[in-house]
């Protein structure tokens, strides 16, 4: 089970962290990614990791300016998120693949979801 935490509403140039909590350790092996999903959209890639956390890869709306990190001994993932635009404005998602260990894009790859928080950015 996955719980996402941190999403809010903040101005356009602000920043956010997201927080990803898994409820056993087994998230600590398997890869790792965040999706957002904004109304009336489908979910689309944000960012992903490996399993220790080695290895990122993002989209381009968000390279340069969101990391994705995790913290293992903590059964956590994060996703800092700054100079946030409007256009970040969605329900964020973190997902991990238990039965991968390298970079995961694809959603569909991925089997188990926290149950997202929303991010909004005002201009």
């Known amino acids: 089970q996955l719980e996402e935490s941190g999403g809010g509403s903040v101005q356009a140039g602000d920043s956010l962290k997201l927080s990803c909590t898994a409820s056993?350790?087994?998230?600590?092996?398997?890869?790792m990614g965040w999706f957002r999903q904004a109304p009336g959209k489908e979910r689309e890639f944000v960012a992903a990791t490996d399993w220790n956390g080695g290895g990122t890869y993002y989209a381009d709306s968000v390279k340069g300016r969101f990391t994705i990190s995790r913290d293992n001994a903590k059964n956590t993932g994060y996703l800092q998120m700054n100079r946030l635009k409007p256009e970040d404005t969605a329900v964020y998602y973190c997902?991990?693949?238990?039965?991968?260990?390298?970079?995961?894009?694809?959603?569909?790859?991925?089997?188990?979801w926290g149950q997202g928080t929303q991010v909004t950015v005002s201009s």
């Open positions: 056993d350790n087994s998230f600590n092996s398997y890869a």
């Open positions: 997902a991990s693949d238990r039965t991968r260990i390298d970079i995961v894009v694809e959603p569909l790859e991925y089997d188990y």
